[in-house]
């Protein structure tokens, strides 16, 4: 019997263009709520951006935020963890040292864009993050960070994934799906949020279905006793998990979760 069902967002709930089949949503999400299921949203974007995305129905929700960094369920943070100053050095002197580097800072409540006049680079991440804010100065930042992003050059995406887990203590860098890496708090990723629910709910991992579609999906489709990857996510993904869903754009997540409630309910 399944507890909970947890999903990723970019390229997996969402469509390509960001949206989300509202009306189905909400009849789903409802029978969901008849059985005491649990839905979870999963991402490496921050809770204030997922709460506005699951508008009017966001305070029933449970969230892993931040790639696993934010756990929030009923209004309740239960965990919130943080970047050490010295990891937050290190990845801002490499990102000084990459000159077509872009770098931001994820706080619990807002995010920064370090020293980027591009603005078309920030109108293509302020979505992700309300309120994006540019400063110039670490300085600037007066609340804890809870993860970093960094983007470069496509062709130099997998050379810095590799030298930043090698080199950059306390930091883990998963790509999203995108060309970007999401820098977590090493140990903290999407399994060890759902973790954390299962111990406050009395839930068994054995009893959580989730869906993704990108390397920072891994973690959390491992730990879940019913596994989703999205026919359009990446190949890595598609080997790891149980089963495989129908592409984003075609509501995929939906149509597993319908069909589901049709077979256990009826």
């Known amino acids: 019997m399944i507890k909970a069902i947890a999903v990723d967002m970019d390229g997996t709930f ?3 263009d960001g949206t989300y089949n509202h009306d189905r949503f909400l009849k789903v999400f409802r029978q969901l709520q008849d059985h005491q299921i649990t839905l979870i949203a999963a991402s490496g974007n921050p809770h204030y951006q997922l709460k506005k995305q699951f508008a009017p129905v966001q305070a029933e929700l449970a969230y892993v935020a931040e790639n696993g960094v934010e756990v929030i369920q009923a ?3 239960l965990s919130c963890e943080q970047m ?3 990891a937050i050095q290190d990845v801002f002197r490499l990102h000084q040292d990459l000159p077509d580097s872009q770098f931001i800072l994820s706080g619990f409540n807002q995010a920064y864009l370090m020293g980027e006049k591009d603005d078309e680079f920030f109108d293509s991440v302020k979505h992700h993050y309300l309120g994006l804010k540019r400063i110039d ?6 609340e804890p960070i809870v993860k970093m992003q960094i983007k470069v050059p496509v062709d130099q995406t997998s050379q810095l994934q590799t030298y930043i887990n090698d080199h950059i203590q306390g930091v883990t860098a998963v790509t999203s799906g995108y060309d970007d890496l999401d ?13 954390k629910l299962c111990q406050a709910n009395h839930w068994q991992a054995s009893e959580l279905m989730a869906f993704g579609d990108g390397q920072n999906d891994l973690s959390m489709l491992e730990f879940v006793g019913h596994s989703y990857a999205m026919t359009n996510g990446m190949a890595i993904v598609k080997k790891a998990a149980q089963n495989l869903a129908p592409s984003n754009d075609e509501d995929g997540v939906l149509q ?7 077979q256990q309910y009826g």
């Open 14 to 16: 969402l469509h390509s």
């Open 75 to 77: 209004g309740q943070v």
């Open 84 to 86: 050490t100053s010295s």
């Open 137 to 142: 100065d670490l300085q600037e930042v007066n």
């Open 183 to 195: 820098l977590i708090i090493t140990g903290q990723d999407k399994a060890a949020g759902l973790a």
């Open 256 to 262: 597993v979760i319908e069909a589901y409630l049709i």
